[in-house]
């Protein structure tokens, strides 16, 4: 593999575990926003949910649970993938140390 197709490699993988991240962020703010909007409903109360383009009817007592066991697991998610993003960033640089990579800019 050539040094160019290389560092289009690391440069891609960094880049889309940032979108992954930016994207979980996003979602982890809508779950919030729903979550408090279900809180101050009473537990018995109907409310849609939707699983694959099908809307499906719940309790605001047990979509609560069901969105606060999502977010601890996006939360997981994001952690997960901030260390992978840590540990490619890593191994770019020592890549790019090793192989006398210098990026330079035209004028």
Known sequence: MSLQ???DQFQQTIESLNT???QLHAQIDEHGIVLATLKDAPPD??????IGGSLVELVAGNAA???EENL??????VATLTEELKKQQKEFLDWKEKNNIRIVKAN
Not at 45 to 50: A, E, G, H, N, Q
Not at 72 to 77: C, E, I, R, T
């Open 45 to 50: 109360r109907k409310c849609y949910r939707m």
């Open 5 to 7: 197709a290389k560092y």
């Open 72 to 77: 601890d697991g996006m939360k997981k998610s």
């Open 65 to 67: 649970k069901i969105l």
């Open 20 to 22: 992954k991240i930016v």
